[in-house]
């Protein structure tokens, strides 16, 4: 392929995108919705008959730049874990996620075994749209706790801190699943003794990495090179993953995050690292998505799946996380609070939805659905919160 064929798909996703995450930032959501909305309004060009602009083979080049989109992503996703938050919070964070975590997949598990059987060919697949739906992005919830001053509440810190967890859970639970799923014949307990292998390497070679970066920290405070040897780390860390381990490459490179995150350093990577990311990589990512969204295919069944598995993860988080919190000794408003805050879906849920499909272990369809549980969750969240501090408001005030 003549790269030059790229270039002008790349320049309408880049421009659309950003004009629409601009828009959709004005209106309270996030910026991710903006992205694949341009996504979908650009697919419709390939319904033009002898259109040249996105043809077979500059999807090739557009998905390529996606992937290195999605290790970006994580390896952001794992700078900003705070393991600290998590220890202020201890136990009622691991009642709140675990929680939060089982409930959503057994719906999700639940719904596509009624749909699709619980037999055997179907296993694995069911077993993966529940993970989908054990992702959590909480950008919307921090936003709005943040207006309301409400952040460092109990609710708030406990939010925050199982949102963490819930993205390690996440992301170890998804590494594991695709690997018994991509691994006929593999042996169960081999594929978990490669998980723990993987988190022994990678935590091992971090330990003396993260000596390294210490060292050009103090030496070359601030210099645009942490952020290339941060890169560096995560493109290697996914490499191994995926290639020596059969661990997703998301996975590494959120480990490679994590093995840094804390320092003083993190913050100046993540900063640097999002530039490039959130001015190329990313909006491409979230635009293949929205391409590749397919409505022709939609039948009766599929759309009754598709609305069933939208409420599952809504109900999902809403009752797992509100009874972890209310197992965890919060008030029915605290309890309902850390449900709703939950909620919320955003990137994760499309990057394991993204590799689940790239693994033929779920079909492409679902995608419509999860672009409504995103808009859904992103307008509602910020609503229901507001209303239950309502009162407490009036009554500051009065």
Request: aromatic share 12%; hydrophobic share 55%.
């Amino acid at each position: 392929m003549d790269y030059y064929l790229l270039l002008l798909p790349l320049a309408m996703i880049l421009l659309l995108s950003k004009l629409l995450g601009i828009g959709a930032r004005h209106i309270g959501i996030p910026q991710v919705v903006g992205m694949l909305l341009a996504g979908v309004l650009l697919g419709l060009i390939k319904y033009i008959p002898g259109q040249t602009i996105f043809t077979e083979n500059t999807m090739k080049g557009i998905e390529v730049l996606a992937e290195i989109g999605v290790i970006l992503i994580m390896f952001s996703a794992g700078l900003e874990t705070d393991v600290k938050q998590i220890k202020a919070t201890g136990v009622a964070s691991l009642v709140i996620t675990s929680l939060g975590v089982i409930v959503p997949m057994v719906l999700g598990f639940v719904v596509a075994g009624l749909f699709f059987g619980f037999d055997s060919a179907h296993l694995h697949s069911n077993i993966f749209y529940g993970v989908i739906l054990t992702a959590t992005s909480v950008s919307v919830t921090v936003a709005t706790l943040k207006e309301l001053g409400k952040l460092n509440s109990k609710a708030g810190t406990a939010i925050i801190s199982a949102a963490i967890l819930d993205d390690i859970i996440g992301v170890i639970i998804l590494s594991v699943v695709l690997g018994l799923s991509t691994n006929t014949g593999t042996n169960v307990w081999m594929v978990l003794l490669k998980t723990v292998l993987f988190f022994v390497f990678t935590f091992g070679v971090g330990f003396v990495v993260r000596y390294i970066f210490k060292w050009l920290e103090n030496h070359y405070e601030h210099h645009r090179r942490l952020p290339i040897f941060g890169v560096c780390l995560a493109f290697f860390y996914a490499y191994a993953a995926e290639k020596w381990f059969g661990i997703a490459d998301i996975t590494g490179a959120y480990v490679a995050g994590m093995v840094l995150c804390g320092d003083k350093t993190s913050e100046y990577i993540e900063r640097r690292t999002d530039i490039a990311s959130y001015m190329i990589f990313t909006p491409i990512f979230f635009a293949k998505i929205g391409l590749n969204v397919d409505f022709a295919g939609l039948d009766l069944k599929t759309v009754g799946f598709g609305l069933s598995f939208v409420l599952a993860g809504i109900l999902g988080k809403l009752i797992g996380c509100g009874v972890g919190a209310k197992i965890s000794r919060f008030d029915l408003k605290d309890s309902f609070r850390c449900g709703v805050g939950m909620m919320c879906r955003a990137e994760v849920c499309l990057i394991c939805a993204n590799k689940g499909i790239n693994a033929g272990l779920i079909d492409a369809s679902i995608q419509p659905f999860l672009l409504i549980l995103i808009i859904f969750t992103s307008f509602v969240t910020p609503l229901l919160l507001k209303w239950s501090y309502k009162k407490e408001q009036i009554e500051l005030v009065s």
